[in-house]
């Protein structure tokens, strides 16, 4: 240990009670500290942590004795190694008051229900809050589409089942720098995608919020939307205005995807952050009945491994 640097550690006797029932004693205990001044408060909330307590009422602390020693790298003090976790990956649009989704369809209008000044007379003095409210269509921003939202039988939003949702092995199919709009059924041939989030990178997203954004962009084909049905993938997702071709009146890949009970996320951003396979995708909505489509917080868990 380098003379310029002061490590510090605190060994101590606590008494711990427990809110269900039972007590737990330690004697000689020493952990990390990080410093001198440690209040007898601190050093429980440490020892609570460091053991992973449950259901802790009170810690009393006796013969606390702080010693000049090299840190050891005890769990949730300091000089402890944090955990390495997943990398979290946003894929949804931000929503705001105005912006357009999908052409033709009004933007959102974000208002105020409570005011936070209107707010203080309710409240004692110094306590206020804001409540706002939000009117807009469903195809709003980044959003999942339901079977009802093509089939008047299909399943709406509140019946979809969660596992479909959340916590999904994902795999992106790449189609950037692709010349034609169309995503042909060859493109997902190398992949196994049953049981999973497969989301398509094609790139349209930088387009986001200006007029090239609402038309020109890639899409399914008819014969690449029946593979993935017959593939049942638990959801399928792309960074374009719209998974079909606009000029297909028919919607030939919402009709072969939601037919299948395949939900579909569209207006997805920021695949380019994905790696082909080593995530796990979440895209769930509020469990609103009688809604085919709702905005969702889409967003990717990426192994550091």
Partial sequence: MSDDIEDWRVQFDAAVTFANGGG???????????GPEL????????????????MVDKVAISNKQLLREPHKGSRGTAGA???????????SHVIRAGMVTYPGLPGPEITEHLSRPASRELYAAGTEFSINRISMVAN???????????FADGADIAALVLSRLTDLEGVVVRVLGAEARAVERGVFLPYDVAGKAVLIHTGWDRHWGTSRYASGHPFLTADAAAWLAEQQPAVVGIDSVNID??????????????????????????????PVY??????????????????VRAYALVDQD
Avoid: C, N, W
């Fill in 24 to 34: 737990l004693q330690a004697q000689g205990f020493r952990l990390d500290a990080s």
């Fill in 39 to 54: 209040s007898d408060s601190d050093l429980g909330e440490l020892f609570v942590r460091h053991l992973g307590l449950l």
């Fill in 81 to 91: 190694e944090p955990a390495k976790g997943p990398r979290t990956v946003d894929l």
């Fill in 140 to 150: 709003t921003g980044t959003y999942l589409d339901s079977p009802f939202h093509r």
């Fill in 245 to 274: 071709d606009p000029e297909d009146g028919t919607r030939p890949a919402h009709t072969a995807l939601l037919d299948a009970g395949i939900p579909i996320v569209e207006h997805l951003r920021g695949l380019e952050q994905l």
């Fill in 278 to 295: 080593g995530f796990r995708f979440h895209a769930a909505p509020p469990a609103i009945e009688g809604m085919g489509t709702f905005p």
